[in-house]
């Protein structure tokens, strides 16, 4: 049997809708198994004994690897992995594995384009010509504020951090950064903690992971750091935010305005974000292009073939780095 043959008989869980491309290789190349969600009490007698790995967009919990006593793998689509227990993975020796690098350009544009949007206020502005505004009103009010003269701060110098720095760099604006550690090699301040970062600078743009370590680490202590001229981007995860904070922020003057491209609890977006005038929303698109979403389901696909063929990941995240895949006769 070839190992094209043999990877046909791999049973591939495929909870809720996935990515098209990522499907077609899925269906191609293994035995795909799909499921409507990832609830273990969906999972069948057949899926327990077959089921070797888990190709997903949504979250795996504790409860769903239990149930699948023979998983191996959960090749997770995108490059934050927060809504799989990895602690979980790590001691039931599964491996876990993301999509980083293939999406970080994507993600770093889409950030230099939401912090533009939000302190020149486009989005607006083109409304006002789309709905015939500039012919009855004249011309459009001059935004209140500007990209000169700022000076801003990366929470999260990671992959997306570093794209966004040299990105900001080309602005010519002064780029600092706050991270749980110092990144050697890079020439930007680096400040120990959060808050020390918002108050030297008045732009701040999150791009950090979510999970317990950021959770609503942007509060209203940071934002009140941040200042009256203070300018607030995410486009890494919601839960990073007090949102309730960050509303009460906008309205009061706190900070002058916001750009979000992620939200906690997605995609339902509070009201108060929603109504305040001082923002731009847009509805989770950082790497929501055709090309580099496909590249993300290649590359998720090919963790999937890499571990059932040379029994490596490509790509495995931190926490289960150390995982083995075991030998079993018979099978690649």
């Given at each position: 049997?070839t ?28 035995r795909?198994?799909?499921i409507e ?10 899926m ?63 950030a ?18 789309r ?20 000076e ?12 966004v ?22 020439s ?27 959770e ?20 890494g ?18 900070i ?11 995609p ?13 929303l ?7 292009s ?43």
């Open positions: 049997m190992k094209a043959e043999q990877l046909q008989t791999v049973a591939i869980l495929v909870p809720g809708d996935f990515n098209d491309h990522a499907v077609d290789r899925i269906n191609h190349t293994f795909p198994v799909p969600r990832a609830d273990p009490s969906l999972v069948t007698e057949e327990r004994s077959k089921v070797r790995g888990i190709a997903s967009f949504a979250g795996i919990n504790a409860a769903m690897m239990d149930a699948l006593p023979n998983l191996e793998l959960i090749a997770s689509f995108g490059v934050g992995y927060d809504s799989v227990d990895v602690g979980h993975a790590a001691a039931k020796n599964i491996m876990v594995t993301n999509t980083p690098d293939v999406l970080t350009e994507e993600v770093a544009d889409t230099i384009g939401l912090l533009i949007n939000t302190i020149r206020d486009l989005p607006r502005a083109e409304t006002w010509l709905d015939g505004s500039w012919v009855r009103k004249g011309n459009y009010p001059l935004s209140r504020l500007t990209l000169r003269g700022r801003v701060g990366i929470f999260g110098m990671g992959r997306i951090g570093q794209a720095a040299r990105r900001l760099e080309a602005f010519g604006l002064p780029v600092a950064y706050h991270n749980r550690r110092r990144v050697e090699g890079l930007y301040r680096y400040h120990p903690t959060l808050k020390g970062l918002a108050e030297a600078v008045d732009t701040l743009i999150s791009v950090a992971p979510g999970g317990a370590s950021t609503k680490a942007v509060n209203a202590e940071i934002l009140s750091a941040l200042g009256a001229s203070g300018v607030f981007v995410n486009i995860r919601g839960s990073t935010v007090d949102e309730a904070a960050l509303a009460a922020a906008l309205a009061n003057g706190t002058a305005a916001a750009g979000l491209d992620v939200f906690a609890d997605e339902n977006v509070p009201k108060a974000l929603l109504d305040a005038p001082n923002t731009s847009l509805p989770h698109v950082g790497s929501a055709d090309h580099t979403r496909r590249a993300m389901a290649d590359l998720c696909v090919d963790n999937l073939v890499s571990w059932f063929t040379e029994r490596r990941p490509l790509t495995p995240v931190p926490e289960t780095a150390h995982v083995k895949a075991k030998a079993i006769p018979g099978k690649v």
